[in-house]
């Protein structure tokens, strides 16, 4: 996608979501860690059901630690991967305690040396808590990226880097949210719903998906 597309792309986004915001529900940056460290291979729908109750009880490291590894796995058991999750964020927090005095650092490396982050994990953090304009890119973003032609690459690394590299200044805090959404809402991964798609004709993926009518239209067309 060329330079002056990809403005556009973004500006088109922009004015239909001004202020993006994360859809996991959480009340401070330690809740915001867990919320994402439990939103891998689940639904963020899943995760706020899961942690409305957990995050009412628990707020800070310490008191997860305090809760327990069993405690918190009855809390989230309806999320994929519980056994595991619940073995990570308990570790997480006592690391967080040790290493840290308790508070989620704002630095992607020490977010990723705590169990259970992994390079997206850590940078959804940066970007929701401490405003850094990084791209974390997850299997929605990636489909985006490489439909779309904005940034293209076989890893979700090298579309981070194609991201970062493509996104301009005054796109670049609010990317990763105007891409997931988009990639979550009408970039969707069986059928995209390119008829109301706002940057349908800057998009490479052809053939455009045409609306559910047009579709019925022309099946009835065939039958006759």
Same mark, same amino acid.
């Given at each position: ?17 001004? @202020? ?8 401070? *940056? ?25 995050? /009412? ?13 069993? /405690? ?21 927090? /006592? ?40 791209? /974390?890119?997850?299997? @929605? ?32 805090? *609010?990317? @990763? *949210?105007?891409?997931?959404? @988009?990639?979550?809402?009408? =970039? ?8 109301? =798609? ?27």
């Amino acid at each position: 996608m060329k330079k002056a597309a990809v403005v556009d792309f973004y500006a088109r986004l922009a004015a239909d979501n001004p @202020h993006p915001e994360t859809e996991l529900v959480a009340g401070n *940056h330690f809740q915001l860690l867990v919320a994402v460290v439990l939103s891998a291979q689940a639904t963020d729908v899943g995760v706020n059901k899961a942690t409305a109750k957990l995050f /009412a009880a628990v707020e800070t490291p310490e008191q997860m630690v305090a809760l327990g590894e069993q /405690a918190l796995k009855q809390h989230i058991r309806t999320i994929g991967l519980f056994n595991t999750k619940a073995k990570n964020v308990i570790a997480l927090s /006592a690391a967080l305690i040790a290493d840290h005095g308790g508070v989620v650092p704002a630095d992607r490396d020490a977010l990723e040396r705590l169990p259970g982050v992994g390079r997206k994990t850590a940078n959804v953090v940066m970007n929701v808590a401490f405003d850094a304009e990084t791209f /974390a890119v997850d299997t @929605h973003i990636f489909r985006v990226g490489n439909r779309t032609g904005l940034a293209r690459g076989k890893t979700p690394l090298a579309v981070e880097r194609a991201l970062d590299k493509a996104t301009p200044k005054p796109f670049r805090r *609010h990317a @990763h *949210h105007w891409l997931i959404l @988009h990639g979550r809402y009408v =970039c969707k991964a069986r059928t995209p719903e390119c008829w109301r =798609c706002p940057v349908s004709d800057l998009c490479a993926f052809k053939p455009k998906t045409p609306s559910p009518g047009r579709r019925a239209g022309a099946g009835r067309k065939e039958d006759r």
